[in-house]
């Protein structure tokens, strides 16, 4: 618990700097050269996951890159304070859902009301500097689908990390799937040296960042219940 609670916070973080950094396609560019590098270097150490976890980790790569493109557009119309707890807090309860017929995971009562109250919180963030404007509504429907893919990563990747003989192997081909997308984006659309520009340093750090929380929430879903983790 104590654990997944700081991977959480990593990754409040690493979406902090996403969020407050200009040229969010060279943020995301970084995170990729990140996860590319890291994800390298894990293969290298583990190997690849069990065959079985492999199909898991490409169609999860493939839904990641959606959710980044969620992401930048929620950051592009709305405030961090507000689209990021929307995104987050939509998302436990629709695992719960999915992982109840999906991956047999039946949570008791006490762990159902947790996951409910949770996301609750999180989503009554949103309202709390009062009545929401037309003008935030489309913020909060790329937040809200943003979570949905936050959810359908999370189903595809308890069911891929529990069918690979290590989490960091699975996590190692996930992060190097994923990886040089955006990068390749960025050579095209962002010709000059992105890649040691002012914000470069920053954008780094949010992907070193990012490849630890994430690394622990899939080690985490070997462990305890998805809608939990």
């Known amino acids: 618990m104590a654990i ?9 973080v690493w979406n902090a700097i996403a969020k407050y950094l ?6 995301f560019a970084l995170i990729g050269v990140a996860s590319t590098v890291g994800g390298g270097l ?8 069990y065959r079985a976890a492999i199909g898991f980790a490409a169609v999860s790569a493939a ?10 557009n929620s950051y592009r119309l709305g405030a961090f304070n507000q689209v990021y707890p929307i995104a987050r ?20 009562a006490v762990p159902l009301a947790g996951v409910a109250i949770l996301a609750a919180g999180l989503v009554s963030l949103a309202l709390s500097s009062g009545r929401l404007t037309p003008s935030e509504l489309p913020a909060i ?3 809200l ?4 893919a936050i959810a359908s990563y999370t189903i595809v990747d308890g069911l891929g990390v529990r069918r690979a003989h290590d989490p960091y192997a699975y996590a190692g081909l996930l992060f190097f799937l994923q990886g040089p997308v955006f990068p390749v984006i960025a050579v095209f659309r962002r010709p000059r040296s992105w890649l040691t520009g002012p914000g470069a340093g920053k954008g780094l750090l949010a992907g070193a960042l990012s490849l630890i929380a994430y690394a622990i929430v899939l080690w985490a879903q070997t462990k305890a219940p998805l809608a939990e983790v």
């Open 4 to 12: 997944v609670i700081g991977a959480g916070a990593l990754h409040a």
């Open 22 to 27: 200009d040229d969010r396609l060279v943020v």
């Open 42 to 49: 894990l293969l290298a150490v583990t190997g690849l996951p």
């Open 63 to 72: 839904i990641h890159i959606g959710y980044d493109l969620g992401l930048m």
């Open 89 to 108: 807090g939509t998302s436990p309860l629709v695992v719960a859902f999915g992982a109840y017929f999906v991956a047999d995971e039946r949570l008791g």
């Open 141 to 143: 429907g790329a937040a």
């Open 145 to 148: 689908l943003t979570g949905l």
